[in-house]
């Protein structure tokens, strides 16, 4: 697929609004309104139909957006027609938490590889009957499984060592949990988790309120 | 603080102004064009103007913005020129793992109290020196230790009666980590972290790029 240059944040926005899509189809809910999705996503009407038009023409005037249909356009656009290989490096808690968490497989990820660097967690059966490899071997086992996106959930410390062996195996796509900025080459896509993001808004809102 | 009904897009775009500010700070960087500071962003300048707007007369014209100063007033508008008390519920992975995590602490989020439903966690001591108490017994144990926000990471399937007891104990704001939707009163905010949702802009990137 090949696009007009689209600016991240409407790409960021296309997530959430599938996510809002996913639990409307989960409701039964076969039509809605600009209006009411907009709501739900917290944006205006005309944010989403503005963010749509890069990819097309969505949604019938006078009537709203078929659920079912817009989750699926949208889905595609996002390159989740498909579903995509994760290889997670770091099975310390929150590798642990994340591998089990039932909402990567519901969005189209699997985990298809994990690895550390501390023996003792070598061959350790993973509640999903993944085994933790030695991340030396991540150049291998990417070829072996078709790994696709590699998640990085060590310490700090230890995120650019990685990025690093996760490039030289081939990888050209970094999820990073740990709380520090990663440098790749251009041919390498970078994203990062920040778990107190969300808490912010809470904290204007919970202020403002005061 | 009273602010004009404000878009809350433009709250969590604050929140990711803050997080480049901060890194910015740590390099020694002090004074930020608006074009340089809304491409680490990955917004345009007209976006960052006009969401400070809303809250008053930033930076300086001809110059940028003072990093450090900028960086006070956003996080002071968001309500983190204070340090904030959290209560986690949920001792598995997940919880243990973002307890011992530094970025809560780096935003000025202190974890005060962690609680769980299965007795074999009670008493169990925590890297950071707290112990886990019985969900049941969070109304004593907030007024004892001033916890302002809860942080959910059950399983979905327990997730709305967690909330329960925390509006019950009086909490106006969650962070919900279990990936279901809860219901609460209006005095009580919530906010939620997908961590598959900066996944989706990966898989857009590479879908493209293929």
Chains 1, 2 share one sequence.
């Not at 639990?23 to 944006?43: D, F, N, P």
């Not at 030396?136 to 590699?150: F, L, P, Y």
């Amino acid at each position: 697929m090949k696009f007009a240059k689209i600016p991240p944040a409407t790409i960021g926005r296309l997530s959430v609004y599938t996510r809002h899509l996913q639990e409307l189809t989960r409701q039964g809910v076969e039509i809605i309104s600009s209006e009411k999705l907009a709501s739900l996503c917290s944006v205006n009407p005309a944010q989403i139909r503005k963010d749509l038009a890069y990819f097309g023409e969505f949604g019938v005037r006078g009537v709203g957006y078929y659920v079912k249909d817009l989750l699926f356009e949208i889905r595609k656009i996002l390159g989740l027609n498909k579903e995509w290989n994760l290889g997670i490096v770091g099975m310390g808690n929150l590798g642990t938490a994340l591998i089990g968490h039932e909402n990567f497989l519901k969005q189209g990820y699997r985990f298809v590889a994990a690895f550390d660097n501390d023996p003792t967690k070598f061959a350790r059966a993973l509640p999903n009957g993944l085994k933790v490899f030695d991340i030396k071997e991540v150049k291998r086992i990417k070829d072996e499984v078709g790994m696709e996106i590699g998640v990085i959930t060590t310490p700090a410390s230890r995120a650019q060592e990685v990025a690093n062996r996760l490039v030289e195996a081939g990888i050209r796509g970094i999820l990073n949990f740990a709380p520090v900025r990663i440098h790749v080459p251009a041919n390498c896509e970078v994203e990062y988790v920040d778990f107190t993001i969300r808490l912010d808004s809470l904290t204007y809102r919970l202020s403002v309120e005061d």
